[in-house]
């Protein structure tokens, strides 16, 4: 029998971080979250990912860094971004002031630049978690600790140790074996691991003989990764013990619970803020009475309730 929609627990708890409920928004698809204020209730969110920021300002790629391919977006960013002292300054108050869970999220040149973050991030009022952006495609060295399990591990443990706040490691699908990065990650003592960031490709202007992205290659996203990310879910979570929040092409309520059956306790959606900005809102909308048709009480309940055989 459905559980009644007022009977059902939407908080879920990751590691040492326990969210409201498991709709979040991605990285760099969300801005600063003020963008966003007109066109989305933010507060009711489980958690907001800030675009990444890293230890200085970065300009970002050369134009174009954008460009929509017949089966999901194509962005080559390059990370631009003010630098972590701007980001305390200037967004962290009006983020912290959300009453949300602010998860924010960083990536370093080099293991140590990834500690001196993590340490200048403890404490901070606002700062719910951590997530070491250690999957762009679109700078160069940004996917190393990413693809190596023994670089992974290593800082994902040092920036562990390094806070008292809860660590969440993002991954790239552009690996040959998700589960070993999953298992490096969890053997560093991840609260968390995030799945997936965008799969690298590429777009042409044939007349031109010219790549369609000023950086030539960059990360695919959208529904049409949806099926990668729900493997690569999968995969880290027969894997692993450690809770995943999967992310790629989420856009609906039934992608949603796709994802916690595959094995994710959380959420995050991304390219569909761009394309419809009340995605989130229309999943949390739906999500009590999904769960109810489901028989749970909890998403817990649901997490990994595959069945293969
Ligand atoms: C324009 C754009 C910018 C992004 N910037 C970041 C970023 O700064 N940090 C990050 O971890 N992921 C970034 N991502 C990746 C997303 O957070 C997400 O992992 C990916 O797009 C897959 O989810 P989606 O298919 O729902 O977009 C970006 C994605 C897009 C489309």
């Not at 809770?243 to 994802?259: S, Y």
Request: aromatic share 4%.
């Amino acid at each position: 029998m459905p559980a009644a929609p007022s009977a059902i627990d939407l908080s879920v708890q990751l590691g040492r971080l326990r969210l409201p409920n498991p709709i979040l928004v991605a990285s760099g698809t969300f801005g600063y979250a003020r963008e966003m204020t007109g066109l989305v209730d933010v507060t009711r969110l489980g958690g907001i990912l800030p675009k990444t920021i890293t230890a200085q300002p970065r300009i970002g790629n050369a134009p174009w860094r954008t460009i929509e391919t017949a089966a999901g977006m194509l962005n080559s960013i390059g990370l631009d971004n003010d630098g972590i002292e701007a980001f305390i300054e200037h967004h962290l108050p009006y983020l912290g002031g959300l009453g949300v869970p602010i998860i924010v999220s960083i990536a370093g040149k080099s293991h140590d630049e990834f500690v001196a973050m993590t340490r200048r991030l403890d404490g901070l009022e606002g700062v719910a978690a951590v997530e070491l952006n250690i999957s762009c495609p679109n700078v160069s060295g940004g996917v190393d600790f990413g693809t190596d399990p023994a670089m992974c591990e290593r800082v994902v443990a040092e920036c562990r140790a390094a806070t008292a706040t809860p660590i969440i490691a993002k991954l790239t699908p552009n690996v040959t074996s998700v589960p070993a990065m999953a298992k490096a990650a969890a053997a560093g003592g991840a609260d968390a691991i995030s799945l997936i960031n965008t799969c690298l490709g590429m777009a042409i202007d044939w007349r031109r003989r010219r790549p369609m992205l000023g950086n030539v290659v960059g990360g695919l996203s959208g529904p049409a990764i949806k099926p990668i990310a729900l493997r690569a879910v999968y995969q880290a979570a027969q894997a692993v013990d450690t809770p995943i929040i999967g992310i790629g092409g989420i856009a609906t309520i039934d992608d949603v619970m796709e994802f916690f059956v595959a094995g994710a306790t959380a959420v995050q959606l991304g390219t569909v803020n761009f394309y419809n900005p009340q995605a989130s809102m229309e999943v949390l909308d739906a999500l009590p009475g999904a769960m109810g048709q489901a028989g749970v009480k909890c998403v817990a309940e649901l997490v990994g309730s595959l069945v293969t055989k």
